[in-house]
């Protein structure tokens, strides 16, 4: 089974930021938190990962908490394209296990 | 083009025909993983391989068979399938097994259809 909680769906307007949350409260000190996300019918693409500092690449930025417990993955300005299911991952027995993740809608 | 090659892109086969699935990767990773994802489902992962050797299985029918002959090369061999085997079939590669370690590089998938 997946160990985060995401919400099913999520809507954003083109050109603004996409905030979309993942609560992984059982995570454990050396664990890293994985984001992809899957265009309709194409294989998941890798997107960022992060530890416990906060992470940018060029694509998105990871905030994760302090506490660790949860995570924020922030595509700064969402186009047509973002539209996609996004997945937060923290992998069990060291493979990735995908749960439902987040339908983002980003509308024009 | 993700470094992952998975062909046919698109398959169509009756229940009584053998296929093969095949997936490339020439990123230099050691470990490689098939999922099933079927309509409207989470992925699931099939199979395992690490240097080519299986090391997981998740309870899959033996219509399916995997088969790594080298740390580049994975198969899926498909034979008396049911129609609720249709799903998108997806490769994946990492440089080592950890997940922790090491994200996976996916492939586009082939979508079976078995009538």
């Known amino acids: 089974d997946a160990k985060t909680t995401q919400p099913p769906s999520m809507d954003c307007a083109e050109g603004r930021a996409a905030n979309l949350p993942c609560n992984h409260s059982?995570?454990?000190?050396?664990?890293?938190v994985y984001w992809y996300r899957q265009i309709h019918s194409q294989g998941p693409q890798y997107i960022i990962h992060g530890l416990k500092n906060n992470e940018t690449n060029e694509m998105a930025s990871l905030i994760i908490t302090e506490d660790r417990k949860s995570s924020t993955l922030i595509l700064p300005h969402a186009t047509l394209r973002d539209t996609a299911v996004y997945y937060c991952i923290v992998p069990y027995s060291e493979k990735l296990v995908f749960g439902k993740g987040t339908k983002l809608t980003v509308n024009p | 083009e993700t470094g992952v090659t998975q062909t046919p892109r698109h398959l169509v086969m009756g229940m009584t025909n053998k296929k093969s699935l095949k997936c490339e990767q020439h990123l230099g990773h050691n470990a490689m993983y098939w999922y099933k994802q079927s309509a409207k489902k989470p992925l699931e992962l099939m199979f395992v391989y690490n240097f080519k050797e299986q090391t997981e299985n998740n309870s899959v029918p033996s219509r399916f068979s995997p088969e790594c002959p080298n740390s580049s090369h994975l198969f899926l061999h498909l034979h008396t399938l049911q129609p609720e085997d249709s799903a998108l079939y997806l490769c994946?590669?990492?440089?080592?097994?950890?997940?922790?370690?090491?994200?996976?590089?996916f492939g586009s998938g082939t979508r079976l259809t078995v009538v």
């Open positions: 994946a590669s990492s440089q080592g097994q950890g997940a922790s370690n090491y994200g996976y590089t």
């Open positions: 059982t995570i454990s000190g050396n664990e890293y």
